[in-house]
């Protein structure tokens, strides 16, 4: 079974999805941001490796993931999202981190 599951990306990233608002994509179930991922890389491969190191899996450092106004990029991969994201009422929102000084 799969779910459609929205999802916010930022500039740099949507250039590279030749895409322009948020997306929309079928997710296999259990959804959770590691089958989000792959759904986005699979739909979108320019975005391979953009997203979560491909050797290791690990979401790249400046890569951040909400949910509404809550930071959940420190929650493994393979917990399931909230049912709002699931069930495709609210959108994951991946964020480009900022670092400066």
Do not use: C, W
């Not at 490796?49 to 420190?74: K, M």
Request: charged share 25%.
């Amino acid at each position: 079974m799969t779910r459609d599951v929205r999802v916010v990306l930022p500039a740099h990233l949507k250039t590279l999805a030749g895409v322009t608002s948020e997306v929309t994509v079928a997710v296999r179930n259990p959804v959770n941001a590691y089958s989000v991922i792959d759904a986005l890389e699979a739909t979108y491969p320019a975005l391979r490796g953009t997203i979560r190191d491909p050797a290791t899996g690990r979401r790249r450092p400046f890569i951040r993931f909400f949910v509404g106004q809550d930071d959940i990029s420190h929650q493994p991969l393979d917990e399931p999202l909230p049912p709002d994201v699931a069930d495709g009422r609210e959108p994951l929102y991946v964020i480009g981190a900022m670092a400066g000084g």
